[in-house]
């Protein structure tokens, strides 16, 4: 099992920052591949951006390509999402997750409870 506890998530207005973190706890590394998805109401849940254990191989959604950025501590079992020049769009609850890699299929184990994100305009 492995436990997932996000934290960092708020208001911001359109153009600002924030940094999201994942605390991971249990048997993390039989879930190595760490990610993030988002849902916002009335929508599908969607995959944002994961990152290999090594923090070596990261890959995101087209929507925040250039503007957010995955990066993990493996010391301190902990995955970030920095998110900078944000949208009203990015407004969702942000989820992080632990997974495996299926070929190119991202196949998710674990999820945690989520964030909120409101970006304002």
């Known amino acids: 099992q492995v436990q997932l506890v996000e934290s960092g998530g708020g208001l911001v207005q359109a153009g600002g920052s924030l940094t999201l973190s994942c605390a991971a706890s249990g048997r993390t590394f039989s879930s190595p591949v760490m990610g993030w998805f988002r849902q916002a109401p009335r929508k599908e849940r969607e995959f944002v951006a994961r990152i290999s254990w090594s923090g070596g191989s990261t890959t995101y959604a087209d929507s925040v390509k250039g503007r957010f950025t995955i990066s993990r501590d493996n010391a301190k079992n902990t995955v970030y999402l920095q998110m900078n020049n944000l949208k009203p769009e990015d407004t969702a609850n942000y989820y992080c997750?632990?997974?495996?890699?299926?070929?190119?299929?991202?196949?998710?184990?674990?999820w945690g409870q989520g964030t909120q994100v409101t970006v304002s305009s």
């Open positions: 997750t632990a997974g495996r890699m299926g070929g190119d299929w991202y196949s998710t184990d674990y």
